[in-house]
Every structure is written in structure tokens, then in C-alpha cells.
Nanobody, 126 residues
Framework: QVQLAESGGGMVQPGGSLRLSCTVS????????LGWFRQAPGKEREFVMA????????SYSNSVKGRFTISRDSAKNTVYLHMNSLRPEDTAVYSC???????????????????WGQGTQVTVSS
């Protein structure tokens, strides 16, 4: 059983930065993929970024390209989403998720993930 816990959300002004953390507990191995998704009110859940547990393969949405990065601290079993140059349209509940044995072109498919965190709110507003 894998459990995920996000932290680091909050309110920030446009152009600001936040770092979200996703701490993983339970048995996880190199065949796992950790992904970040977000959902704004009235909208469908949207893929943000994902990385395999080895950190070799990363996938991201074009909407965050050049602004968001993903990193991993294997010693802490934690994946980070570094968000820079935040915009009001980035406002959403951000959730991390874990799944196994994916091809890289499947990283953006939320139905490939088996475990989800509870989500953390990010609000970008002046």
C-alpha cells in the first residue's frame, strides 16, 4: 500500500513562486511514476508534470513549460513541484499521484495512477 501526502500550497501573488511537496510512504520502487495533477473549480483534472522514480524521465504539460520543474529526494521519499512565474490561471487544487509500469506517453493519463494524495490548494491572486 502506498500513501501520498502533499504540502506547500497557499496563496501567492502573480509572478511568485511556491514549492509543493509530495511525501510517499509505503513500498515504492523504480517502476513507479510520480505525477502532479491539478483541478480548478468547474474544470476537469489536468496533468501538470510527472517523473519516474529514478528521475530519468520527465513529462510536463505545455501550460507549465519553462515555469515549473519537478525534482525528487529519494532519501526523503519526496517529490517536489517547483512552481515559478505563477499566473492566476494556475489556481487549482494540486494533487500528487503514483502509478506503476507506464510508458512515458502514459504519464499524463490520470487513469494510469493507482494512488492519490488529498490535494493542496494553490491560489494565485493579487
Amino acid at each position: 500500500q502506498v500513501q501520498l501526502a502533499e504540502s506547500g500550497g497557499g496563496m501567492v501573488q502573480p509572478g511568485g513562486s511556491l514549492r509543493l511537496s509530495c511525501t510517499v510512504s509505503g513500498r515504492i520502487s523504480v517502476n513507479y511514476v510520480l505525477g502532479w495533477f491539478r483541478q480548478a473549480p468547474g474544470k476537469e483534472r489536468e496533468f501538470v508534470m510527472a517523473t519516474d522514480w529514478s528521475g530519468r524521465i520527465t513529462s510536463y504539460s505545455n501550460s507549465v513549460k519553462g515555469r515549473f520543474t519537478i525534482s525528487r529526494d529519494s532519501a526523503k521519499n519526496t517529490v517536489y513541484l517547483h512552481m515559478n512565474s505563477l499566473r492566476p490561471e494556475d489556481t487549482a487544487v494540486y494533487s500528487c499521484a503514483a502509478g506503476q509500469d507506464m510508458y512515458s506517453n502514459e504519464y499524463r493519463s490520470d487513469d494510469r495512477y493507482d494512488y492519490w494524495g488529498q490535494g493542496t490548494q494553490v491560489t494565485v491572486s493579487s
